[in-house]
């Protein structure tokens, strides 16, 4: 079993769709949960940061970590076409002091106007 | 403006003819890292480095080498390049200690023929 699963999509939605990206884990050290957004061409950008199980609320972007059952969910509300981009879950371990991170193989997004 | 610059963006170049990848951050960062991305497969570690003089092996090392002489430069060296080492590669960088999200360059895309 991976690390880290995440269906690759891809995934298409009109405009003003709500959005809802998954992540499920397997390794129970992972201790915090990120979210980043890569646009074609460019790196990954952090999107979304969270540590503790719950909600995590910026704007348009919540992101919800369940740690009993190892999943974490990334929702968009009101998507916009310039949400199209691939969006990478990650995961870390601590490491030399500061953190490893695991990611997801990432979902494509395409949000049509 | 705090970032990490990578060079070149694009490379194509042929087997055995030695290469180095250039990686600089401008936010002080102890923490650098170097990662691979490939269709299927994810972004995955293949260097680190803590600080100055302080690096060690990520998940996928072989083939690569790696220097931190300065703390704002991490370069990642391909002596003998083979075709297996044709990807899409980041350079990241954070502050130490846990709760650090890390920044990434915009990504260097090798082809070895």
């Known amino acids: 079993q991976k690390e880290v699963e995440q269906d690759p999509g891809p995934l298409s939605v009109p405009e003003g769709a709500i959005v809802s990206l998954n992540c499920t884990y397997s390794n129970s050290a992972f201790q915090y949960f990120m979210w980043y957004r890569q646009y074609s061409r460019k790196g990954p950008e952090l999107l979304m940061y969270?540590?503790?199980?719950g909600n995590k609320e910026d704007g348009r972007f919540t992101a919800q970590v369940d740690k009993s059952s190892k999943y974490i969910s990334l929702f968009i509300r009101d998507s916009q076409p310039s949400d199209s981009a691939t969006y990478l879950c990650?995961?870390?371990?601590?490491?030399?002091?500061?953190?490893?991170?695991?990611f997801g193989k990432g979902t494509k997004l395409t949000v049509n106007p | 403006e705090a970032q990490v610059t990578q060079n070149p963006r694009y490379l194509i170049t042929v087997t055995g003819k030695k290469l180095t990848v250039t990686c600089s951050q401008n936010m002080n960062h102890e923490y650098m890292s170097w990662y691979r991305q490939d269709p299927g497969l994810g972004l995955r570690q293949i260097y680190y480095?803590?600080?100055?003089?302080?690096?060690d092996k990520g998940d996928v090392p072989e083939g690569y080498k790696v220097s931190r002489k300065e703390k704002r430069n991490f370069p990642l060296i391909l002596e003998s390049p083979s075709p297996n080492q044709t990807s899409l590669y980041f350079c990241a960088s954070s502050g130490q200690g846990g709760n650090q999200p890390q920044h990434f360059g915009d990504g260097t895309r090798l082809s070895i023929l």
């Open positions: 969270t540590y503790s199980s």
């Open positions: 990650a995961m870390s371990v601590p490491q030399g002091g500061s953190e490893k991170l695991v």
């Open positions: 480095s803590m600080n100055v003089e302080v690096t």
